[in-house]
């Protein structure tokens, strides 16, 4: 089992950038693939990045694709999705997720999650 917390969420201006922290507890960490997912009012929750359990392999979802990274450090239990050019549209709750097995980008495959962290992007 794993848990997670993610931090590093705010107020910022289209065009600024944002980076997003995830901590993750357990020792087997390096053994879950992990993604962030975000979820706007009124709206379903939508895949935004993955990585594989080694870093080897990252996904995005088209519309953040260029502007947003992930990263993952297995040695330090973190994962971080670096944020650029920011729009209004990216604005939601962002959520840090723990998968097993191969990297997905489908929210059915995530087992864990965590609290979630505010972004809200002004015009």
């Known amino acids: 089992q794993v848990q997670l917390v993610e931090s590093g969420g705010g107020l910022v201006q289209a065009g600024d950038s944002l980076r997003l922290s995830c901590a993750a507890s357990?020792?087997?960490?390096?053994?879950?693939?992990m993604g962030w997912f975000r979820q706007a009012p009124g709206k379903e929750r939508e895949f935004v990045a993955a990585?594989?359990?080694?870093?080897?392999?990252?996904y995005y979802a088209d519309s953040v694709k260029g502007r947003f990274t992930i990263s993952r450090n297995n040695a330090k239990n973190t994962v971080v999705l670096q944020m650029n050019s920011v729009k209004p549209e990216d604005t939601a709750v962002y959520y840090c997720?723990?998968?097993?097995?191969?990297?997905?980008?489908?929210?059915?495959?995530?087992?864990?999650w965590g609290q979630g962290t505010q972004v809200t992007v002004s015009s």
């Open positions: 357990g020792r087997t960490f390096s053994s879950y693939a």
């Open positions: 990585i594989s359990f080694s870093g080897a392999r990252t």
């Open positions: 997720a723990a998968a097993r097995g191969v990297v997905s980008t489908s929210i059915s495959e995530y087992a864990y």
